[in-house]
């Protein structure tokens, strides 16, 4: 039955997908293609998540959804969104450290930076600041398409001189109506006092939609949200990073401490103990200076699972198994295509990368990490002949425990004269255009994640309020649901606490007309004793 409900979900999606696209080309494109740029809408008519995009942050209602994208569209050609680069943006702005990308938060998603304190309010550069922030949103969507953001507003030693209504507006439409569902939530941290009334402004301009994501913070509670990892010093975090320009502060990724061999310690010693007694081996996989062209596929079952029956072999490997997903590239075909799974148990912490040559030439690649301590990659760089395979093991170290803000990235480059010299010297002077670049998020199972959110358990129990009226939502996939959920919820409480405004301003005339009654009474048996005094 739920696969049922499922697939009539997915129909629904899709029926609503294609309604927008057909009414976009009559309504929007009849009178002059001219008014976007044709990538725009080349990607409208191909790309289905751009369009569910859009329908997911308008409730499914295409009208809505449609007017979202003709305005967002208008902003792409206005700002050039397409072919902005970091050339086109001037190189002061980048030296400043304003605006950046850097670390995680709390669930895996990238941090945002505004450094409000450095913002100087200036008519003559508010475009290119504009465009600026442009350049970041668009190069994170094509590095990390579907991952959500956290934007920190860090207004420590900030004042009204940096305040720009302008420009914060812009930042807000950029989450509203560009870049739908990209938000994930706006930390805004040590707000001072005075600027109160400005963000009361600012809350109108989310709308109830993003109303719950905009989250106020201090210095003691902006650990709920952000580890300290990756929060300032100022901030009571321990990150030792500091800004800088040249090159770009947005890549985390490093080459793994492993890289091509093992470190030598007592728990890596016992498990090649118990790698030389199994079957297949590993070795042809690990080893450091030769990796076979198709090498036997890695087998996680350790022996003494073997002899065990079936079932609880299965249950014992659950999250082990090779990948189903594909990512088909220029050069590589990557499975998995998305994330790489670990957990906490001892079956549940090594995870496979299958590469696959599809060109006709050599290629070079290597995998990073942005956590180097935590994992091992082997081999982590070599070679692929023409049509051929490398199973490539990523496994946590030790007692390591994997995060949601861990991430992987996959380079690779054809070798047009193989063998003439070494990888490292190949990737020293290989130009940056000829890299095939792919990233991998880290999915961390089910047995080492917390206990589900009682917010989230709430907003299921209350789908079947009358208060939330689904008629016109399709149907659609149970998490799908639970957003639609919530965002219903959010804009029924505040209504409510309009309502609720209303009441109490009704209450203070009220009272203020009781206590004039009483004055009014005290003032008359005054004037009647007054009265009846004798002369």
Same mark, same amino acid.
């Not at 030693?157 to 305040?163: A, E, F, T, V």
């Not at 938000?183 to 109108?204: C, E, F, G, H, Q």
């Not at 047995?447 to 008629?471: F, Q, V």
């Given at each position: 039955?739920?696969?049922?409900?499922?697939?009539?979900?997915?129909?629904?999606? /899709?029926?609503?997908? /294609? /309604?927008?696209?057909?009414?976009?080309?009559?309504?929007?494109?009849?009178?002059?293609?001219?008014?976007?740029?044709?990538?725009?809408?080349?990607?409208?008519?191909?790309?289905?998540?751009?369009?569910?995009?859009?329908?997911?942050?308008?409730?499914?209602?295409?009208?809505?959804?449609?007017?979202?994208?003709?305005?967002?569209?208008?902003?792409?050609?206005?700002?050039?969104?397409?072919?902005?680069?970091?050339?086109?943006?001037?190189?002061?702005?980048?030296?400043?450290?304003?605006?950046?990308?850097?670390?995680?938060?709390?669930?895996?998603?990238?941090?945002?930076?505004?450094?409000?304190?450095?913002?100087?309010?200036?008519?003559?550069?508010?475009?290119?600041?504009?465009?600026?922030?442009?350049?970041?949103?668009?190069?994170?969507?094509?590095?990390?398409?579907?991952?959500?953001?956290?934007?920190?507003?860090?207004?420590?030693?900030?004042?009204?001189?940096?305040?720009?209504? *302008?420009?914060?507006?812009?930042?807000?439409?950029?989450?509203?109506?560009?870049?739908?569902?990209?938000?994930?939530?706006?930390?805004?941290?040590?707000?001072?006092?005075?600027?109160?009334?400005?963000?009361?402004?600012?809350?109108?301009?989310?709308?109830?939609?993003?109303?719950?994501?905009?989250?106020?913070?201090?210095?003691?509670?902006?650990?709920?949200?952000? *580890?300290?990892?990756?929060?300032?010093?100022?901030?009571?975090?321990?990150?030792?990073?500091?800004?800088?320009?040249?090159?770009?502060?947005?890549?985390?990724?490093?080459?793994?401490?492993?890289?091509?061999?093992?470190?030598?310690?007592?728990?890596?010693?016992?498990?090649?103990?118990?790698?030389?007694?199994?079957?297949?081996?590993?070795?042809?996989?690990?080893?450091?200076?030769?990796?076979?062209?198709?090498?036997?596929?890695?087998?996680?079952?350790?022996?003494?699972?073997?002899?065990?029956?079936?079932?609880?072999?299965?249950?014992?490997?659950?999250?082990?198994?090779?990948?189903?997903?594909?990512?088909?590239?220029?050069?590589?075909?990557?499975?998995?295509?998305?994330?790489?799974?670990?957990?906490?148990?001892?079956?549940?912490?090594?995870?496979?990368?299958?590469?696959?040559?599809?060109?006709?030439?050599?290629?070079?690649?290597?995998?990073?990490?942005?956590?180097?301590?935590?994992?091992?990659?082997?081999?982590?760089?070599?070679?692929?002949?023409?049509?051929?395979?490398?199973?490539?093991?990523?496994?946590?170290?030790?007692?390591?425990?994997?995060?949601?803000?861990?991430?992987?990235?996959?380079?690779?480059?054809?070798?047009?004269?193989?063998?003439?010299?070494?990888?490292?010297?190949?990737?020293?002077?290989?130009?940056?255009?000829?890299?095939?670049?792919?990233?991998?998020?880290?999915?961390?199972?089910?047995?080492?994640?917390?206990?589900?959110?009682?917010?989230?358990?709430?907003?299921?129990?209350?789908?079947?309020?009358?208060?939330?009226?689904?008629?016109?939502?399709?149907?659609?996939?149970?998490?799908?649901?639970?957003?639609?959920?919530?965002?219903?919820?959010?804009?029924?409480?505040?209504?409510?606490?309009?309502?609720?405004?209303?009441?109490?301003?009704?209450?203070?005339?009220?009272?203020?007309?009781?206590?004039?009654?009483?004055?009014?009474?005290?003032?008359?048996?005054?004037?009647?004793?007054?009265?009846?005094?004798?002369?």
């Amino acid at each position: 039955m739920a696969e049922l409900e499922q697939h009539q979900g997915e129909q629904g999606i /899709e029926a609503k997908i /294609e /309604e927008t696209r057909e009414r976009f080309k009559n309504e929007f494109l009849q009178d002059s293609a001219d008014k976007y740029d044709q990538r725009d809408v080349d990607r409208l008519q191909k790309d289905n998540s751009l369009v569910e995009g859009y329908l997911t942050w308008r409730l499914y209602v295409v009208d809505d959804a449609l007017k979202m994208i003709d305005e967002s569209f208008h902003w792409r050609k206005e700002f050039c969104v397409n072919d902005l680069t970091e050339s086109s943006i001037p190189k002061w702005m980048f030296e400043t450290g304003a605006v950046y990308l850097h670390g995680y938060d709390k669930e895996g998603n990238k941090l945002f930076w505004f450094k409000v304190k450095l913002h100087v309010k200036d008519s003559k550069t508010i475009i290119d600041k504009k465009k600026y922030v442009a350049f970041w949103l668009e190069r994170y969507v094509k590095k990390e398409p579907g991952m959500p953001l956290t934007v920190v507003f860090d207004m420590s030693d900030s004042g009204l001189s940096n305040i720009d209504m *302008d420009f914060v507006k812009y930042v807000v439409n950029c989450f509203k109506v560009y870049y739908p569902k990209l938000l994930s939530k706006m930390i805004i941290m040590d707000m001072p006092w005075i600027m109160n009334a400005a963000w009361k402004i600012v809350k109108t301009w989310l709308g109830p939609e993003a109303i719950s994501k905009l989250k106020f913070t201090s210095r003691s509670e902006i650990q709920s949200f952000i *580890d300290a990892e990756y929060l300032p010093p100022h901030m009571g975090g321990t990150d030792p990073f500091k800004y800088s320009y040249p090159p770009l502060p947005d890549d985390d990724f490093q080459t793994p401490i492993s890289d091509n061999g093992p470190i030598v310690s007592e728990d890596e010693i016992e498990s090649k103990e118990g790698e030389l007694e199994s079957k297949d081996g590993l070795e042809s996989s690990f080893n450091s200076t030769e990796v076979a062209v198709k090498p036997k596929k890695v087998n996680f079952i350790e022996d003494h699972l073997r002899t065990e029956d079936n079932d609880k072999a299965e249950s014992r490997t659950k999250g082990a198994r090779k990948p189903v997903t594909t990512f088909k590239g220029a050069l590589l075909d990557i499975s998995p295509a998305e994330e790489l799974s670990f957990g906490s148990g001892d079956t549940e912490k090594k995870s496979l990368v299958i590469l696959s040559n599809v060109t006709k030439n050599p290629l070079a690649f290597k995998v990073r990490t942005t956590a180097p301590e935590k994992y091992r990659v082997k081999p982590s760089s070599s070679t692929c002949e023409p049509g051929g395979s490398i199973d490539i093991v990523v496994s946590l170290h030790g007692a390591s425990q994997a995060s949601p803000q861990d991430r992987f990235l996959v380079m690779a480059a054809e070798m047009d004269n193989a063998g003439s010299q070494e990888l490292a010297q190949f990737w020293k002077e290989l130009p940056k255009a000829k890299i095939m670049e792919h990233r991998l998020r880290c999915h961390v199972l089910e047995s080492a994640k917390p206990a589900a959110s009682p917010l989230k358990d709430g907003a299921a129990e209350t789908g079947s309020s009358k208060d939330i009226n689904m008629a016109h939502v399709p149907k659609i996939a149970p998490h799908a649901q639970d957003d639609h959920l919530l965002m219903r919820l959010t804009a029924s409480n505040s209504r409510l606490e309009q309502n609720v405004r209303t009441c109490l301003r009704v209450q203070k005339v009220l009272v203020g007309l009781v206590l004039s009654l009483v004055v009014l009474n005290l003032y008359c048996v005054h004037l009647l004793a007054t009265w009846q005094q004798p002369s």
